[in-house]
């Protein structure tokens, strides 16, 4: 198996860095460029940017800032929101991005995960999940969309997915620690890879995450501090898990 | 120092320009003559291969090799220039290199993540098929990692995201084709 994996995610909303986070209100806090580039070189693994206020204005924006990103760093990035077609993706991936995170818009039309999947191959397929009881939300969590986490994660292995982003609603934010019920459940299901979000706190939530997914999510642990990242690092080195050396 | 890397409609062509970029490389758009001819590889290889094919890279590739000029194959570019794969339900590849892409039956699938190549450096991977060829020279946890066979070198995993030692790993690449 591969190392496991630290990926800070930085949340965008008009080419800029935006705090609040996806349930609620924004605060623009950098540059994803810059943000970018320091916490690859503090060790992550890879990094998400999420377009948080996805709009079809916005999306040659979203554009200039993936050109941007892997123009300054070389280590692998997913960019999610408003994805919504194989265009969408393929003008992602072309600019430099690695994989495309799909929610919304697969649940909305499922097909749409076996589409990226043909088009772009599996490894840069990632269906994210918003859940809340065990129940996935659609809409940054303001929608219910009637599918249970662990039978969506299964259909969209299944349509294609590379890895399920699972997002626990109920924990995100409260940093007490990711849900490791429903990371297990969905883990346990599914044969990809899958990457825990949502309620670290501090370096023990998150070495209890890498026990049953295979990466985890950074958000609000990190505050846009890319030293936070090296600190948490050394650790979770120091707590036995096994990061890679940059 | 010129690197020409194969466009084929699909792929991180861009990733991999920037990567060689930063070394100081030039790009060129000339596959056939410039010094160093890149197949990068995302996606399937159905359609990665009927667009290689349609572009002609398929012979230049092959002229190349057999005139000893270097080619390098990343991810899927390595597994497309082995004789067969098994993805897509059975596909003929460029036959640069003796072997066959093989599903990975182990572990999580897709591969996803670094991992250590001969036990050092940690590189990027991100792949459901892997090489089973005798031209093997580096291997990740008893996957092929690289395979060298003649002026073709192939990778598994992705030097132009894999960080500082991705660009080392190119670098070495680079330095010795200026010597050669």
């Known amino acids: 198996m591969p ?27 950098g540059d994803p460029v810059e943000l970018g580039a320091a916490y690859s070189e503090a060790g992550a693994d890879e990094l998400v940017f999420l377009d948080v206020a996805a709009t079809v204005e916005q999306r040659r924006t979203l554009v200039d800032v993936v050109r941007a990103v892997a123009e300054r760093v070389a280590i692998p990035f997913t960019v999610g929101g408003g994805v919504r077609s194989g265009d969408d993706a393929e003008t992602l991936l072309a600019a430099g991005a690695d994989k495309v995170a799909v929610n919304s818009a697969a649940l909305a039309r499922p097909e749409l995960v076996t589409e990226l999947a043909e088009r772009l191959g599996s490894q840069a397929v990632v269906v994210a999940m918003d859940v809340s009881n065990g129940s996935v939300r659609s809409h940054a969590g303001t929608a219910e969309s009637g599918r249970g986490a662990v039978e969506w994660a299964r259909e969209a292995q299944e349509r294609g997915a590379g890895e399920i982003l699972l997002t626990s609603i109920d924990a995100d934010g409260t940093r007490n620690g990711y849900d490791l019920e429903l990371t297990g459940a969905v883990a346990a299901a599914v044969g990809v890879p899958v990457i825990a979000s949502g309620g670290a706190g501090c370096a023990r939530h998150v070495a209890d995450a890498l026990e049953v997914a295979q990466a985890a999510l950074l958000a609000s642990i990190l505050h846009e501090r890319p030293a936070r990242l090296a600190s948490l690092r050394a650790e979770l080195r120091e707590l036995g898990v096994a990061l890679r050396w940059s | 120092m010129n690197v020409a890397i194969c466009a084929y409609g699909a792929g991180n062509v861009r990733s991999v320009e920037l990567a060689f970029r930063r070394l100081g490389a030039e790009i060129a758009d000339d596959v056939e003559r410039a010094d160093l001819a890149v197949l990068p590889g995302v996606g399937s290889a159905r359609a990665a291969l009927a667009g290689l094919r349609a572009r002609g890279h398929d012979k230049v590739l092959r002229a190349r090799v057999e005139a000893g000029r270097p080619v390098l194959g990343i991810c899927l570019g390595l597994q497309l220039a082995l004789e067969w794969t098994e993805e897509d339900g059975g596909v003929e590849g460029l036959a640069l290199v003796p072997g066959r892409a093989e599903r990975l039956r182990a572990g999580r699938v897709p591969r996803i993540g670094w991992a250590e190549v001969d036990g050092r450096d940690a590189f990027w991977f991100a792949h459901s098929y892997a090489a089973s060829t005798p031209a093997a020279t580096r291997w990740s946890e008893g996957i092929v990692a690289e395979a060298r066979h003649g002026s073709f070198v192939g990778v598994q995993f992705h030097p132009e995201k894999s960080g500082p030692a991705g660009a080392r790993f190119l670098a070495e690449e680079v330095r010795c084709l200026s010597r050669a």
């Open chain 1, 3 to 29: 190392l496991p994996r630290l990926i800070p995610c930085l949340d965008v909303a008009a080419g800029r860095v935006v705090k609040g986070v996806r349930f609620r209100g924004l605060r623009e806090v």
